[in-house]
């Protein structure tokens, strides 16, 4: 949009003579005339300084210019140009020559008479290099400070019509053709044509580039004539010339002059109506404009002043590029400026639906989030009025150029497109909630932007406050305590800040259906508000989202509350398509598993909802984690007692060895009430039978074998006397009563299978292999009749007393075993029969009985000692049914003797070469000289008889050792 960057203002008004070429030195104004002469113009009240102000702006509005000097005759020709080097004071003009004077009394320089002739030229003022065009030749000038020295003269194609220095380079516009000279070389390359309509103009900017005219075009090139930017300058009519005075064009049309930006697009800026305008010049900082004998000033309008209008105009891009010309020191003011404006420009933007664009200048701005979250009505925040000084908004007032704006904020707040999404037909509901989520997407990434900074500062004040505290607790007494207290007070700015945040940007990404991205935010710190963001989550079903904004803040048991919950009505609605996400019980495992640790009962409590659905994963919970197993145990029993047994058995079967005595023991108990309940019912019935088994009989008598001493004797008493006879000999075994265990085997339960597998356990687990025996006792019973069931179940019955077991029963039921061996099992030394091996026992053994017996010694025969095997038989036993029990009894017994027999003379041949290999070590002979001496008398040993000690080192004459031997006999112990 247009605005004023410059106003005209008549400097000189009425000169003699028609304006020629005009410049400025200080405060005054030089022109040439028609009439040659050079007129010098001052201000009424003189001002004595030589640069540029905005102060000095303003007074040279004000002061009119009157003619102080005139200087007839000061060329022969009328000027043709003319220019002022404020760093060296000189005047640099050419008319019929190129002539250099001295300011301001305007003694002579030089005169290049090379130049006479030329018709344009270009000075480089920082180098004081100076290019003269003249008809079809270049030539290049050095200023040393006194004079000027040719350096080289160069030939070109046709008559140059202009020029300008581009570092090393000149361009030249030359005929209808610019080209690039290289001063060094003397090369020319062609850049492109000039156009039909304009001659060739060649514009330098100050960072060494060009811009070179094409008609009514300006091409922006570099140094060396490559296109250097994509835009065109594009003025109404090809210019006359062309001045910079950034960031502004000044083109010289000729009925007006035309003001554009240097910045892309390049839009039209201003444009000054000057009738006739010939001269269009920039000398020391002004910029001149001559129109018949009135010559103008045209004057910058402040920058502050261009940016008020550029803003009121709506053009926000414009005035936030002149706030970076700004001046430095007030810096201030600037960043207020600048803050000011992209508000304004993000409230247009926001207007027009560029809700990114819009969020990018608040972004810019620096306002608070809040100030942006007032613009989303259906974003609810946390209640808050704390706000830091240095963030608060901006006060829209204060700015006076902003009164004239389309709209103010609470405008805006009414038009809001989130405001209005009621009684519109499909099509524009459609497009409407198409905007409300292009604004919401727009917040969300606003949010995501500031979000580092803000929650970087909440955490970094949480730091600050436990370090405080521990300082104080640490380094302070308890009445000094509060004093620090009250002196470093940390305020809970940034976290209410960063709850703002966190609260609006969950329920922007939510709105938008970002469910991954609001996730990704719960599982990492964060400062939600709960009772806002809870209401809001549980209102939009986000139940996933739910229960990680309650493990963020800890509150487990509300999560799994809610996590049971939808399990539930998961597996409810399981066969239902209205069921969006499928709740598994094992996610109640997932969630509980961190927090064995720290709060067991918790997990205890509501593994109990999952236990049923998913056992094994329930009982891995509480092995993995280590939850005390007594703990979870007695909570099972008090809460889900149907559990308990199948907890004991998951937990054994994963790690046996791992489980107390006392669990196991638990464990039994339980199978045992189970079977006894079984067995009442049974045999209230009339259909009981010792023969049937139930899984959880078969896994009491598995759980039996692993029962202590102590319990055994516990168990047995709560065992019914005239059933249950295998669980009664497993628990004899376990109280060392192998003897009465193998009778209710055979004599109960008639299953001598059963009674040789016991017999194996006792032998394999026995480490001193007493458990030869056992084999024994199971053949007496074989062969022993007189040992009567009824006899044997008194025994049982009366094996332990009603209340728990003594030290005198069990010596008791020890005097009963022992007697029982002593009776039937001879001893090893015994030549004669036992007691019952007499022939009336003999001819009392059952013939079935004798048959167990002889394939008990026919299957263990390498575990029974054979003689008292033998012993025991019957004397009408037939020797050819032994024959599968002696045949590798002997056999064994014979390859054994012939095996010591080898091992003896292979000791004995082992013995002999050691003492061979001994000999041969001690055999080497020992090497006597001259000069070996005795190590007790310290003489030469030469022919005499002599000892060597076993270290093969020491020699000492025989006389000498012998008496050695005697001394130390005679010193006596």
């Known amino acids: 949009m247009a605005h004023s960057a410059f106003d005209a203002v008549e400097a000189v008004r009425g000169s003699p003579a028609r304006i020629e070429v005009a410049g400025v030195h200080g405060s005054k104004i030089l022109m040439g005339c028609s009439d040659c002469a050079l007129r010098i113009y001052a201000p009424l009240q003189a001002v004595e300084t030589l640069g540029w102000s905005a102060a000095h702006g ?86 040393d400070g006194r004079d000027f020295l040719e350096v080289k003269e160069l030939g070109v194609p046709d008559v140059v019509k202009s020029m300008a220095w581009c570092g090393e380079n000149i361009c030249l516009g030359i005929k209808r053709e ?44 570099d140094q060396n004539g490559k296109l250097s930017q994509d835009g065109r300058i594009c003025w109404v009519e090809p210019p006359a010339s062309v001045i910079i ?50 010559l103008y000033w045209l004057l910058p309008v402040p920058i502050d002043v261009q940016i008020v209008q550029l803003t009121a105009s709506g053009d926000f891009e414009e005035a936030l590029a002149l706030c970076k010309l700004l001046p430095q020191e007030d810096s201030a003011l600037r960043a207020a400026k600048e803050g000011s404006i992209h508000i304004r420009y993000a409230h247009s933007l926001f207007d027009k639906e560029n809700y990114e664009e819009a969020m990018d200048q608040f972004m810019a701005s620096l306002v608070d989030i809040t100030y942006v979250l007032s613009l989303y009505p259906s974003i609810v925040l946390p209640k808050t009025t704390v706000i830091p000084d240095a963030e608060k908004l901006p006060d829209l007032s204060d700015v006076y150029y902003l009164s004239g704006a389309s709209s103010d904020a609470s405008d805006e707040l009414e038009a809001s497109p989130t405001a209005q999404f009621v009684d519109f037909d499909e099509k524009a509901a459609l497009k409407a909630k198409k ?21 970087e500062r909440a955490v970094s004040e949480v730091t600050d406050e436990v370090v405080m505290r521990a300082v104080q607790g640490s380094s302070h007494k308890t009445n000094n305590l509060s004093k620090v207290r009250g002196s470093h007070h940390i305020s809970s700015v940034a976290r ?20 991954s991205g609001a996730l990704e935010i719960l599982k990492g ?60 019980p094992d996610m109640v495992i997932d969630y509980l598993k961190p927090l064995c640790g720290s709060d067991p009962m918790l997990v205890l409590e509501f593994s109990m909802h999952v236990l049923d659905s998913c056992p094994t994963q329930a009982i891995e919970l509480f092995l993995s984690e280590n939850i005390p197993s007594d703990l979870v145990n007695s909570y099972l029993k008090q809460r889900a007692p149907n559990m308990q047994s199948k907890y004991l058995e998951l937990m054994l079967s994963m790690n046996e060895s791992g489980v107390s005595p006392n669990l196991q023991y638990e464990l039994v108990q339980i199978y045992l009430s189970e079977v006894l309940d079984w067995f009442k019912d049974l045999n209230e019935q009339g259909k009981w039978d010792e023969k049937t088994y139930t899984p959880t009989r078969r896994k009491l008598l598995s759980a039996l074998e692993g029962i202590s001493e102590n319990n055994s004797g516990t168990l047995i008493k709560r065992l019914p006397p005239n059933a249950l006879y295998e669980e009664h000999a497993i628990l004899l075994g376990r109280l060392n009563q192998h003897h009465l265990a193998l009778s209710l085997y055979v004599h109960k339960l008639h299953l001598p299978e059963l009674a040789l597998s016991y017999c194996d356990r006792v032998y394999e687990t026995d480490s001193l292999r007493k458990g030869f025996s056992i084999y024994l006792n199971l053949l007496q019973l074989y062969l022993n009749p007189r ?10 019955r009366n094996l332990l007393p009603k209340d728990r077991p003594s030290q005198r029963v069990l010596k008791k039921v020890m005097t009963i075993e022992s007697a029982e061996d002593s009776r039937n099992v001879p001893s090893s030394t ?39 095997a033998l012993r025991l038989l019957p004397g009408k036993t037939k020797l050819m049914n032994l024959v599968p029990f002696l045949e590798p009894l002997l056999r064994k017994s014979s390859e054994g003797r012939r095996n010591y027999s080898i091992i003896r003379n292979l000791r004995y041949s082992e013995n002999l070469q050691a003492k061979e290999e001994l000999l041969k070590q001690q055999k080497p002979g020992f090497k006597i000289d001259g000069d070996s001496t005795c190590s007790l008398c310290r003489k030469k040993i030469g022919t005499s008889v002599f000892v060597v000690y076993p270290n093969r080192k020491t020699l000492v004459h025989f006389v000498c050792f012998r008496e050695s031997q005697r001394l130390r006999l005679r010193a006596g112990p």
């Open 787 to 796: 040992s009567s069931p009824k006899e044997l179940e008194k025994r049982s």
């Open 435 to 455: 905007t409300q989520h292009n604004a919401l997407m727009a917040l969300a990434k606003y949010l995501n932007k500031k979000r580092y900074a803000i929650i």
């Open 496 to 515: 209410e800040r960063a709850s703002i945040l966190d609260t609006a940007l969950l329920q922007a990404i939510v709105l938008t259906g970002q469910s």
């Open 245 to 294: 005075d950034w960031p502004y064009t000044i083109a010289r049309l000729p009925k007006y002059l035309e003001i554009r930006s240097l910045r892309a697009p390049y839009p039209l800026v201003q444009t000054i109506y000057l009738r006739d305008i010939h001269i269009l010049l920039e000398s020391s900082g002004y910029v001149i404009a001559a129109s018949g004998s009135s």
């Open 178 to 221: 610019y080209m690039i000279l290289n001063s060094a070389t003397g090369a020319l390359s062609e850049v492109f044509p000039s156009g039909r309509i304009a001659p060739p103009l060649v514009i330098p900017l100050s960072s060494g580039d060009l811009i070179l005219g094409k008609d009514n075009i300006g091409v922006f090139v």
């Open 58 to 143: 303003k007074e040279m509005r004000k002061e009119n210019y009157v003619l102080e000097r005139t200087v007839s005759g000061f060329w022969r020709k009328s000027p043709v140009a003319m220019e002022v080097s404020k760093s060296r004071d000189l005047l640099l003009s050419l008319s019929e020559w190129i002539a250099f004077h001295r300011l301001p009394n305007l003694e002579t320089v030089a005169v290049i008479g090379k130049t006479k002739g030329a018709s344009v030229y270009s000075w480089d003022d920082h180098r004081g290099f100076l290019c003269v065009g003249r008809q079809k030749k270049v030539g290049i000038f050095r200023f």
């Open 830 to 868: 015994d030549s004669g029969r036992s007691d019952c091996d007499s022939d009336d026992v003999a001819d009392g053994v059952d013939h079935t009985m004798l048959n167990y017996a002889l394939e008990l010694l026919t299957q263990r025969w390498d575990r029974i000692n054979g003689a008292q």
């Open 525 to 584: 710190p964060n400062y939600c508000d709960l009772k806002i963001s809870e209401e809001f989550l549980l209102e939009k079903e986000c139940h996933d989202l739910l229960l990680e904004l309650y493990k963020s803040n800890q509150m487990h048991r509300d999560a799994l509350k809610l996590l049971v919950q939808l399990v539930e009505e998961s597996s409810a609605n399981q066969s239902s398509a209205e069921n969006p996400r499928n709740f598994k």
